[in-house]
């Protein structure tokens, strides 16, 4: 791993543009061809500035990673949402810029994510992938998840599978 100078802090209202423009970047270059194309680009639309300014002011708890000043990935997390899988918290996204992605940041921000989560007495987590992203499940493995549950997202009128990896308390 590269030993790069960056700083994990919680979200501000100022960034909701930031953290929009990665999150554009993210999904377009990790779902192109996953999610049919009319969902995925309706899907990010919804997600511009003003949708991130109202989940930072409604407390939702996003972490975004920055590098040489400029934010290049973020991560939501909270409770987890599905009470039948056994794990207390979840990391709900997790993305980087395209251009920062392989450098080590996604590990040092899911780290971040547990450890805010363990900070808040969640001390298991889970987090979903779609099964076709194989670059996601092999980083997910890597972090020490196990495959724990399946389910299907629709996208209009497709399906796609979703993976769950759980995450023990450490
Ligand atoms: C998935 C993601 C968060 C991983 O972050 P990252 O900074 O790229 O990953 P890291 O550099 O920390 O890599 C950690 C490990 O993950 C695995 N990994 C990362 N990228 C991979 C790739 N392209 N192919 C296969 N394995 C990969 C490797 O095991 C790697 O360990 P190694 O470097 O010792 O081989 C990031 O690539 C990303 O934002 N991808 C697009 C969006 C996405 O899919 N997010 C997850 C949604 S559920």
Redesign the pocket.
């Known amino acids: 791993?590269v030993k790069l100078l960056h700083s994990i802090r919680p979200a501000r209202a100022g960034d909701a543009r930031a953290i929009a423009a990665v999150h554009d970047a993210?999904?377009r270059?990790?779902?192109s061809g996953i999610i049919p194309g009319k969902a995925l680009e309706s899907m990010i639309n919804r997600r511009g500035p003003a949708w991130w300014t109202s989940a930072v002011r409604g407390g939702s708890r996003i972490l975004v990673l920055e590098f040489d000043g400029k934010l290049v990935?973020y991560a939501s997390l909270g409770r987890n949402r599905v009470s039948a899988i056994p794990y207390a918290g979840e990391?709900f996204?997790?993305?980087?810029?395209?251009e920062?992605?392989?450098?080590?940041?996604?590990?040092?921000?899911?780290a971040a994510g547990r450890a805010d989560l363990a900070s808040k007495g969640y001390f298991s987590t889970i987090?979903?992938?779609?099964a076709d992203?194989?670059?996601?499940?092999?980083?997910?493995?890597?972090?020490g998840g196990v495959e724990v549950w399946r389910a299907t997202e629709r996208f209009d009128n497709d399906t796609r599978a979703r993976v769950a990896f759980g995450f023990a308390a450490n």
């Open positions: 791993m993210a999904w270059e990790a779902y990935g990391i996204e997790l993305y980087l810029a395209p920062f992605q392989g450098l080590g940041f996604g590990t040092r921000l899911f987090v979903w992938a779609l992203n194989e670059r996601a499940l092999r980083f997910y493995e890597k972090m």
